[in-house]
C-alpha cells in the first residue's frame, strides 16, 4: 500500500506534460471545416392562370397529380391570375388578379393560357411539367431555407433562415403569400361557368417586392431576413395562407420552400 502511495503522485506529475502540449496547437488547427450535408431540390411552377381561361382547370387538376406523385413539399404551386383572361374584383364577381401578377405577365411574355414555368426555367405548356419536374428534382440545392411567421391580429412577421450549402450563392429571396381554398367563379372546360369552384395556392402579395431583395450566402454560411408589420386584408382567410420563399438567380430558383401560417 506504501507504494501505491508513493508512485501515484509520480505518475500524475509525469502526465501534466501532456496536458500541457494541448495549448501548443493553434486555435486553425483544431478547428475541421465540415462541407453542409447536400439538400435536394424543391420545385416552383408558377402557374399563369385565369378565371376566364376554360382550360385553366386542367392545369389545376395537373399540378394535383404531380404534387400527389412527388410530394406537395416537393412540388409547390402558385397559380397567378394574370393578363386578359384574368379580371379584379367587381360589383358581381371576387377576381384574383393582381397587377403583381401582370408585370409577371408582361415580363415573361405570357402569350395564352394556362402556361407556366418550372423552377423558371422558361415558359412550358402544362402538359410538359412532369419531365421537367423530374429533371430539377434530381438536382441539390446550393441553398437550404428555414422560414418562421408569427401573427398578432391580422399583423405579420416572416423570418427566413438561409444557409449556403454549395460554394457561394449570389442572387434574390423573394417572399410571396398565397391562399388556398378561395371559393369564386371560374370557366370550365366544357365552356360552363362554375361559380362555387375552389381556387388552391392563390397568388396574393409579393411581400418583399415584385423581384424581392439581393442576397449573398457562402458556404457554410447562415443569413437571416426579417420582415415586420405585414398587415394581412380583412378578406384574406388567415387560416388559409402560407408563406412561400424561395431564391433564383439567373439559372432559375435554386430552392424554394411553402408554411402555413
Same mark, same amino acid.
Given at each position: 500500500?506504501?507504494?501505491?502511495?508513493?508512485?501515484?503522485?509520480?505518475?500524475?506529475?509525469?502526465? &501534466?506534460?501532456?496536458?500541457?502540449?494541448?495549448? +501548443?496547437?493553434?486555435?486553425?488547427?483544431?478547428? &475541421?471545416?465540415?462541407?453542409?450535408?447536400?439538400?435536394?431540390?424543391?420545385?416552383?411552377?408558377?402557374?399563369? !392562370?385565369?378565371?376566364?381561361? &376554360?382550360?385553366?382547370?386542367?392545369?389545376?387538376?395537373?399540378?394535383?397529380?404531380?404534387?400527389?406523385?412527388?410530394?406537395?413539399?416537393?412540388?409547390? %404551386?402558385?397559380?397567378?391570375?394574370?393578363?386578359? $383572361?384574368?379580371?379584379?374584383?367587381?360589383?358581381?364577381? /371576387?377576381?384574383?388578379?393582381?397587377? !403583381?401578377?401582370?408585370?409577371?405577365?408582361?415580363?415573361?411574355?405570357?402569350?395564352?393560357?394556362?402556361?407556366?414555368?418550372?423552377?423558371?426555367?422558361?415558359?412550358?405548356?402544362? !402538359?410538359?411539367?412532369?419531365?421537367?419536374?423530374?429533371?430539377? /428534382?434530381?438536382?441539390?440545392?446550393?441553398?437550404?431555407?428555414?422560414?418562421? %411567421?408569427?401573427?398578432?391580429?391580422?399583423?405579420?412577421?416572416?423570418?427566413?433562415?438561409?444557409?449556403?450549402?454549395?460554394?457561394?450563392?449570389?442572387?434574390?429571396?423573394?417572399?410571396?403569400?398565397?391562399?388556398?381554398?378561395?371559393?369564386?367563379?371560374?370557366?370550365?372546360? +366544357?365552356?360552363?361557368?362554375?361559380?362555387?369552384? $375552389?381556387?388552391? #395556392?392563390?397568388?396574393?402579395?409579393?411581400?418583399?417586392?415584385?423581384?424581392?431583395?439581393?442576397?449573398?450566402?457562402?458556404?457554410?454560411? !447562415?443569413? &437571416?431576413? %426579417? #420582415?415586420?408589420?405585414?398587415?394581412?386584408?380583412? +378578406?384574406?382567410?388567415?387560416?388559409?395562407?402560407?408563406?412561400?420563399?424561395?431564391?433564383?438567380?439567373?439559372?432559375?430558383?435554386?430552392?424554394?420552400?411553402?408554411?402555413?401560417?
Amino acid at each position: 500500500m506504501r507504494r501505491v502511495k508513493w508512485f501515484l503522485p509520480f505518475y500524475l506529475f509525469a502526465l &501534466i506534460p501532456l496536458f500541457f502540449s494541448c495549448s +501548443d496547437i493553434s486555435e486553425d488547427e483544431r478547428l &475541421i471545416y465540415v462541407k453542409p450535408a447536400e439538400v435536394s431540390r424543391c420545385v416552383l411552377i408558377e402557374d399563369y !392562370t385565369g378565371q376566364r381561361c &376554360i382550360n385553366c382547370p386542367n392545369a389545376n387538376d395537373e399540378i394535383h397529380r404531380l404534387q400527389e406523385q412527388y410530394g406537395d413539399d416537393a412540388v409547390i %404551386s402558385v397559380a397567378i391570375h394574370c393578363g386578359p $383572361l384574368a379580371f379584379y374584383t367587381n360589383n358581381r364577381f /371576387l377576381g384574383l388578379r393582381t397587377e !403583381t401578377g401582370d408585370e409577371y405577365y408582361d415580363y415573361w411574355k405570357v402569350e395564352y393560357q394556362p402556361i407556366g414555368q418550372v423552377n423558371r426555367t422558361g415558359l412550358l405548356d402544362y !402538359t410538359s411539367w412532369n419531365g421537367k419536374i423530374r429533371e430539377e /428534382l434530381q438536382k441539390t440545392a446550393p441553398v437550404d431555407i428555414n422560414v418562421t %411567421s408569427q401573427l398578432a391580429g391580422r399583423t405579420l412577421s416572416i423570418e427566413t433562415s438561409l444557409m449556403g450549402i454549395e460554394e457561394s450563392f449570389v442572387g434574390k429571396l423573394q417572399l410571396w403569400l398565397v391562399e388556398d381554398n378561395i371559393t369564386a367563379f371560374q370557366m370550365m372546360p +366544357d365552356g360552363s361557368r362554375q361559380d362555387d369552384y $375552389l381556387h388552391q #395556392h392563390v397568388f396574393r402579395t409579393a411581400v418583399n417586392g415584385t423581384w424581392g431583395e439581393d442576397v449573398s450566402i457562402g458556404e457554410g454560411e !447562415t443569413v &437571416i431576413r %426579417s #420582415h415586420q408589420d405585414i398587415t394581412i386584408p380583412d +378578406d384574406w382567410n388567415i387560416d388559409n395562407l402560407s408563406v412561400i420563399a424561395f431564391v433564383y438567380d439567373d439559372k432559375g430558383v435554386q430552392q424554394v420552400r411553402r408554411i402555413k401560417l
